[in-house]
């Protein structure tokens, strides 16, 4: 039933709506996400506890299905000759957990907007990264695909940033391009630069 009234375009709308109402939201994924949810269900004409426990555990399914990642080709090697060299942390917009994939082994840390209440590019996720890490702003590199969420984001704090941008895109941005990489078997030699 929820299917076939609701079209990804209108959990789009309802998740701009519901952002509007409660701006805060847009740093707590997770709980938008099961927001959407019980508001779809409540239109379809559940009762609020039914709404709320189908909503929960649609979540859970999704969350769960979230932690499986498809990883890019030499991503373990690359990984495996950082963390034997550097501290290794996660910084996420969203809600996936990198200690709950095949990949969680080789990091030290992860900071979660949806733990901290705010997200990138704001200060907060790199300050917090710096604590964890345990260094200063000049010591640390941000690898990130966003400019501006990651590339920006850390530029603003004097961190070193390198723009994952397998697609070539145009940088589009005032200042001056990151270095950048498209392929993760360049991806050591690249950070060893910053050195």
């Known amino acids: 039933k929820l299917a076939s009234k609701y079209q990804a375009a209108d959990f789009f709308e309802l998740r701009k709506q519901l952002i509007k109402q409660q701006p805060d939201l847009i740093h707590r994924i997770s709980d938008l996400r099961r927001k959407v949810l019980n508001h ?9 506890m039914a709404a709320s426990r189908l909503s929960q555990a649609a979540f859970d399914v999704f969350v769960r299905a979230r932690q499986t990642v498809f990883v890019f080709e030499g991503v373990h090697q690359c990984l495996t000759e950082l963390a034997e060299q550097f501290t290794l ?15 969680g082994r080789y990091f030290d840390f992860a900071i979660c907007a949806d733990k901290i209440k705010v997200s990138k590019p704001a200060a907060e996720p790199f300050q917090a990264a710096l604590l964890n ?17 990651d590339v ?21 941005q005032t200042s ?20």
Do not use: R
Request: glycine fraction near 10%; charge should be negative.
């Open 89 to 103: 942390g996660v910084i996420t917009n969203g809600n996936a957990n990198v200690f709950q994939t095949e990949l």
């Open 40 to 48: 779809a269900l409540l239109d379809l004409g559940h009762e609020p």
């Open 152 to 172: 920006l984001g850390a530029q603003k704090l004097g961190i070193n940033s390198l723009w994952y941008n397998p697609g070539q895109a145009e940088w589009g």
């Open 176 to 195: 001056q391009p990151p270095k950048q990489f498209s392929n993760f078997e360049d991806l050591t030699a690249i950070v060893c630069t910053f050195n």
């Open 133 to 149: 890490a345990q260094c200063q702003h000049h010591e640390m590199l941000h690898v990130g695909d966003h400019p501006e969420h």
